[in-house]
């Protein structure tokens, strides 16, 4: 009998998540959902009227700018992006002049960005498969964004919200995985188990805004290092208010960590073995000395 992914457990990448709120079967403590969900709309009031005019500041005019945009974003600043982007638009105005683009001279267009051989790989790719799938068009659908080169959930979120007015999910990046958890608003830092998080705890029409205002607040009140609740609005409903913050493990010492199974890393030395391990060598090396002579009579 064949079965389907669904009947099987799995769910496809990308596809739209399920609510892991009420649904969670990963040892994770469950919150009480309706007390998380009237804590979550304090929290949206509060940052609606802290940043009203919050919005995607990566500077665009239309769809095809902000998938353009948001795929050189990666790993890079908004800011650093918006001095690279005006020649980029003005050379390949549209995804079918992209389309043709030569990948060296795209890569020097970009070079600023980091990561400039794979995002303009993934630029051309985007747009061959815009012109060869759409028309030229941006879709505006989930499944047909994330199945374009280089554009993940993330991206699709941020184009479908920001160019269309389309509330299909919530953008999760490194400010909404930060903040989320410091409200206490998600336990998992997998972003798209946070997004099926915030997803269940805020109305549809409030996704897109909601994540624009967290990343502002992120960006300007809530850094990483040093959360300045001094200045926050949200202390009255923030359960990590004044808290001192969790210093984030190293890239590599996470690497190193994933590279040695717990199994497969040597086991420390009981204590009493540890103390015991002097007396035993020097016994040996008695046993190996020759006997001293008897003194002559
Ligand atoms: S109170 Fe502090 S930790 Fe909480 S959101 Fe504000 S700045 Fe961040």
């Known amino acids: 009998m064949i ?6 457990g799995g769910r496809p990448r990308n596809s739209t998540p399920t609510p892991s709120n009420t649904r969670r079967n990963d040892g994770a403590k469950t919150p009480d959902l309706e007390a998380t969900r009237i804590r979550t709309a304090q929290v949206s009031r509060l940052l609606a009227e802290a940043w009203p005019d919050a919005h995607v500041e990566l500077d665009h005019q239309d769809a095809y700018q902000l998938v353009v945009a948001t795929i050189l ?24 002049a992209l389309a043709q683009a030569d990948q060296l001279e795209l890569e ?37 964004l994330v199945a374009l080169p280089g554009i993940a959930r993330k991206t699709a979120n941020v184009v479908l919200g920001s160019a269309m007015g389309i509330n299909a999910g919530i953008v999760v990046d490194t400010h909404v995985s930060r903040l989320a958890a410091r409200l206490g608003l998600t336990v998992h830092t997998d972003p798209v188990k946070i997004e099926q998080d915030l997803m269940v705890l805020l109305p549809q029409d409030e996704w897109t805004s909601f994540a624009h205002r967290l990343i502002w607040h992120g960006r300007r009140v809530c850094f990483a290092k040093k959360p300045d609740c001094d200045h926050c609005t949200l202390v009255p409903v923030c359960p990590s208010a004044f808290a001192p913050v969790q210093p984030k493990a190293s890239p590599r010492a996470k690497w190193n960590q994933k590279q040695k199974p717990a199994a497969a890393r040597p086991a420390a030395k009981p204590a009493a073995k540890k103390a015991a391990a002097p007396a035993k060598k020097k016994q040996l090396a008695a046993k190996k000395k020759p006997a001293s002579k008897p003194p002559r009579a």
């Open 108 to 144: 020097k267009l970009v070079a600023k960005t980091g990561f400039f051989r794979m995002k303009a790989k993934h630029l051309i790719g985007m747009a061959q498969a815009v012109v060869q799938r759409h028309g030229g068009v941006i879709p505006n659908t989930m499944d047909e």
């Open 3 to 8: 079965r389907s992914r669904r009947h099987m």
């Open 73 to 96: 974003s990666a790993q890079s600043t908004d800011k650093l992006i918006n001095t690279v982007t005006p020649a980029l638009f003005a050379r390949y105005p549209d995804a079918s």
